[in-house]
């Protein structure tokens, strides 16, 4: 329905501004007429991606077909960039060769008709999008808004431009232009992101952790990863580390209700991986508390899991996993050598065996 009223609204801006700006001989607000066709088109296509997307799982595609809605969001994007640079060229070559644009009252009237109903397109649309949790609509209403100051913007000059004297249409046909182009950037980004497996957002991150660490038993989580199939198609798996001389039947029922709560709750398809951690150790829960308090000294960013240790008669292995960031500035090599010397320097006859984890989500240990 969304997409509808889009169709709508902006093929009768495109019409009107079109018919205006011919008239007037007016590259700005031709431009902006252009600026609507996009719109209209973008909500054509976005259409047909929510229809699409909306299609349910089938055996060659068994996390459904959400990501057609990226998909339709790329294309809006690409057309939206070709749109800019056409937009720019006509724009200059009026800014090397101005000529007179004839001003009437009627162009004033739709210029400012467009910038009241597209105040109104971008209420409808940021209304819409919370109330079934859509960034696609969330996006279009913060488009709405943007088409509100272009507009806003051509009105001015072609005011300016008639009771000053100064030909300043052009100007704002580039200007207009390179807004689109900037916002058909910003859309790229945006809808190649979530394919290309953008890292989760840090308060999705926060929740997801504080909500697993509330259940009984859970003493610690990480190795979150979160795959996004689409709107409302998300999947995840994490491991949470709970007491290993704890009842096993108990530990598999609480990581059930993990599982099945953030699948009612959240919808999202959880799979927990159970890490058990030995509480009644000493030696084990002292080194491994020191170790993660000692890496932050190399980075404050490093983490350390999964801590066991193996005793020899000749030397004891220390086995553990340490998450590092991926912009970090030392090799993986460099990293546990740095680790291994700084243990050996408090206990001589300790060897650490280190697994390097990349980090997937910036989820404290």
């Known amino acids: 329905f969304s997409s509808i009223v889009g169709i709508v609204c902006n093929a009768i801006l495109f019409i009107s501004k079109l018919i205006v700006g011919t008239l007037s001989a007016s590259v700005s607000i031709t431009a902006d007429a252009v600026n609507n066709l996009s719109d209209a088109s973008s909500s054509i296509i976005s259409l047909l991606g929510f229809k699409l997307a909306s299609r349910p799982a089938d055996e060659e595609h068994p996390y459904g077909h959400g990501r057609y809605e990226y998909l339709s969001g790329l294309m809006v994007a690409v057309l939206i960039m070709v749109i800019g640079v056409e937009l720019f ?11 007179a644009v004839e001003f009437s009252w009627v162009t004033v009237g739709v210029l400012a008709f467009s910038i009241l109903l ?11 999008g919370k109330m079934i949790n859509s960034n696609t609509l969330i996006a279009t209403a913060a488009d709405s ?18 009771f000053v004297g100064f030909e300043l249409d052009g100007w704002m046909g580039l200007g207009v232009a390179v807004f689109i182009l ?10 190649l992101d979530p394919m290309l497996g953008k890292a989760p957002e840090d308060e999705q991150v926060e929740e997801i952790r504080q909500k697993i660490l509330s259940y009984p038993g859970v003493l610690g989580t990480h190795d979150l990863m979160v795959h996004d199939y ?18 096993a039947m108990k530990n598999h029922d609480v990581i059930d209700n993990i599982e099945r ?4 709750d959240e919808g999202l398809h959880m799979i927990v991986h159970f890490d058990p951690i030995s509480t009644k150790d000493n ?5 491994r508390i020191w170790i993660g308090e000692k890496v932050k000294e190399i980075d404050e960013r490093l983490t350390i899991h999964d801590l066991r240790i193996v005793y020899g008669i000749t030397h004891t292995n220390v086995i553990f996993d340490c998450v590092v960031p991926h912009n970090m ?28 984890d990349k980090s997937y989500a910036a989820m404290p240990h």
Not at 182 to 191: A, E, P
Not at 230 to 247: I, K, L, T, W
Request: glycine share 6%; proline share 3%.
């Open 89 to 99: 060229k006509s724009s200059l070559d009026k800014v090397l060769h101005p000529s």
């Open 118 to 128: 597209k105040t109104w397109m971008a209420l409808f649309n940021t209304k819409t």
């Open 145 to 162: 808004r943007n088409d509100v100051i272009t507009t806003g913007a051509v009105l001015v000059a072609a005011i300016l431009s008639h």
């Open 182 to 191: 900037y916002s058909g950037f910003g859309l790229v980004k945006d809808t």
């Open 230 to 247: 689409g709107p409302g198609r998300q999947f995840a798996s994490v491991h949470v580390e709970m007491a290993a001389e704890g009842d």
């Open 261 to 264: 709560d953030f699948m009612n």
């Open 283 to 287: 030696t084990v829960n002292d080194l």
């Open 329 to 356: 500035d030392m090799t993986d090599k460099e990293v546990k050598k740095a680790i291994n010397d700084m243990v050996k320097e408090k206990y001589p006859t300790y060897y650490c065996v280190i697994t390097i």
